[in-house]
C-alpha cells in the first residue's frame, strides 16, 4: 500500500473535510431556519427521516459486509469485481421494492399524505443509495475519496439552498435540492471508481442476489433496529406531537450529528478497515489496535461533549434564533451522545463485527430498539420532544452497556489503562507511522 493510502492520510484528509462539512452547514442553517421556522423545519426533517428508511433498505449493511469482505484483500481484482457486481445488482433490486413500499407510504401515513410534494422530493436520493460507491473506498482504504465526494455534496447543497430558498414557501425545494445534489454526486462517485480501479460489472445470477441479501441479513437487521432506537424517535414525536415539536428536537439533533461526524466519524472510517485489517492478522493484534484507539475516542469526545453542554445556549441562538430557543435543553441533554456512540462503535462495530460476532451484535441492538420503543412512547407522552432526547440517551448507554458485559465474558480484555497516559498516546502515532511502513514495504 502507497503511503498515500496509508491510515495517517485517511484520519487527517477525513478530519479537514469534516471540518468542512462543519463549517457549511454553519452557513446555511442559520439563514434557512430563520425563513421558514420551526414547523416547516419539523416537515422538512420528518419526510427526511421516513425515506431514510428506504435508503437503509437500500444500502443493506453494504458499507459493512461489502467492506470487510473486499478490505481482506483489496489488491484482488476479480474479488472486487464480484462483490462491486453483486453489490450493484441487490441495491438495484432493493430500490425498485423501495418505490412500491413508498407508494403505499405515501397514501396512508399522515404526515406524508399532508406533504406529498416533499416526499416525492425526498425519496429521489434513493437513487444516489444505488450509485454511492462509498462502501468501496473504504475498503480500499482510500477515504480521501469518501471525504472528497462528501465535501462537494455539502458545497453544492450550501450554494443552490441559499440562492433559492427565499422564503417560507420554498421550503418544499430544499429536499429537491438535497436528492439532487446527492444524485450528481452519487453519479460522479460511481465513474471515479469504475475508471481509477478498473471495476467491472459482470454477470450475477439472480438467484445469487438472493443468496447475497440472505447471507447479509443479520448485519441488515441490525442496522434497522440501529434506525429503531435513533430516527425512529422522530417517526414517533412527528405521528404524537405537533410539527413544531418535531422541529425544536430535529434541530438540536441535527446540530449534535454534525458534531458527532466530526468528532467520531473521521476515526471510525479509518480505523475499521485498519482494524479488520489487524483481526485478520489475529485477535490479539485487533485487540491491541483497539486498546490503542480507545484513549483517543475518550479524550476527544468526551472534551467535545463538555464543550457542547456549556455554550448549547449560545450555538443554538447563533444558529436557529430565538424561535428554536426550546431546542436547548435537548442539546444538552444530547451533549454526550459523541462520546457513547464512539464507545459502542468500538465494541460493535470495530470489535464484535470484525470478530464474525454478527448475532450477537444483533441481539443486542434488538433489544435497545425494543427497549427504545416502548420508552419513546411513554417518554414522548409524559414529556414530549425532552422525553425523546432522553429515550435516545438511555438507550445508548444499554446497548453500549450490554456490548461491554458480553465481551468482557468472552475474556477480551477492552481497556488497557496504561494507554490513557499522555506518553503511552503520543507513542499510538509511532504505532501508526510503523503500520504504515509495514504496509510500504
Known amino acids: 500500500m502507497s503511503s498515500r493510502h496509508g491510515l495517517f492520510k485517511n484520519i487527517l484528509s477525513l478530519g479537514i473535510v469534516q471540518v468542512a462539512n462543519l463549517v457549511l452547514p454553519l452557513i446555511s442553517i442559520p439563514i434557512i431556519s430563520r425563513i421558514i421556522g420551526p414547523d416547516k423545519f419539523g416537515v422538512v426533517n420528518y419526510a427526511a427521516t421516513f425515506i431514510g428508511y428506504f435508503t437503509l433498505l437500500i444500502d443493506y449493511g453494504f458499507n459493512f459486509t461489502a467492506t470487510r469482505k473486499v478490505s481482506k484483500d483489496p489488491d484482488n481484482r476479480e474479488l472486487r469485481n464480484i462483490v462491486f457486481s453483486e453489490v450493484l445488482l441487490a441495491k438495484t433490486f432493493l430500490f425498485f421494492c423501495s418505490i412500491i413500499l413508498f407508494i403505499i407510504s405515501l397514501y396512508t401515513i399522515e404526515p406524508l399524505t399532508l406533504e406529498k410534494k416533499v416526499a416525492v422530493f425526498t425519496f429521489l436520493t434513493c437513487i444516489a443509495s444505488v450509485l454511492t460507491q462509498n462502501w468501496f473506498f473504504q475498503a480500499v482504504q482510500d477515504l480521501s475519496k469518501v471525504a472528497m465526494f462528501n465535501l462537494l455534496s455539502k458545497l453544492l447543497f450550501t450554494i443552490l439552498v441559499l440562492v433559492i430558498v427565499h422564503q417560507k414557501s420554498d421550503y418544499i425545494w430544499m429536499p429537491l435540492i438535497t436528492s439532487g445534489v446527492a444524485i450528481l454526486v452519487a453519479l460522479i462517485s460511481y465513474y471515479w471508481g469504475i475508471n481509477k480501479y478498473k471495476l467491472k460489472l459482470i454477470f450475477i445470477p439472480f438467484n445469487r442476489i438472493f443468496k447475497v441479501l440472505n447471507e447479509e441479513k443479520i448485519i441488515f437487521l441490525s442496522t434497522v433496529v440501529i434506525s429503531l432506537y435513533t430516527t425512529t424517535n422522530i417517526v414517533i414525536l412527528g405521528l404524537l406531537q405537533t410539527n413544531e415539536q418535531v422541529g425544536y428536537y430535529t434541530a438540536a439533533q441535527k446540530l449534535m450529528l454534525i458534531a458527532t461526524g466530526v468528532i467520531n466519524m473521521p476515526l471510525a472510517q479509518a480505523f475499521y478497515p485498519y482494524i479488520g485489517k489487524s483481526f ?92 427504545g420503543i416502548v420508552l419513546n412512547i411513554l417518554m414522548i407522552k409524559w414529556l414530549g420532544y425532552i422525553g425523546t432526547a432522553w429515550n435516545w440517551i438511555l438507550v445508548e448507554c444499554y446497548i453500549t452497556l450490554s456490548m461491554y458485559i458480553v465481551l468482557k465474558k468472552k475474556n477480551l480484555n477492552l481497556v488497557d489503562w496504561k494507554q490513557f497516559k499522555i506518553s503511552e498516546i503520543r507513542q499510538y ?8 511502513k509495514k504496509g510500504n514495504g
Open 280 to 371: 485478520g492478522e489475529n485477535r490479539d493484534q485487533g485487540i491491541k489496535a483497539v486498546h490503542k484507539m480507545l484513549p483517543l475516542v475518550v479524550f476527544f469526545t468526551g472534551l467535545a461533549g463538555i464543550g457542547m453542554f456549556i455554550f448549547a445556549p449560545l450555538a443554538i441562538r447563533i444558529l436557529y434564533g430565538e424561535a428554536f430557543l426550546s431546542s436547548i435543553p435537548i442539546f444538552r441533554i444530547l451533549s454526550f451522545i459523541p462520546l457513547i456512540v464512539g464507545l459502542s462503535n468500538i465494541f460493535g462495530i470495530q470489535i464484535m463485527l470484525n470478530l464474525k460476532m454478527d448475532r450477537i451484535f444483533f441481539a443486542i441492538t434488538a433489544g435497545g430498539a425494543v427497549l
Open 429 to 436: 502515532y509511532s504505532f501508526i507511522i510503523n503500520k504504515i
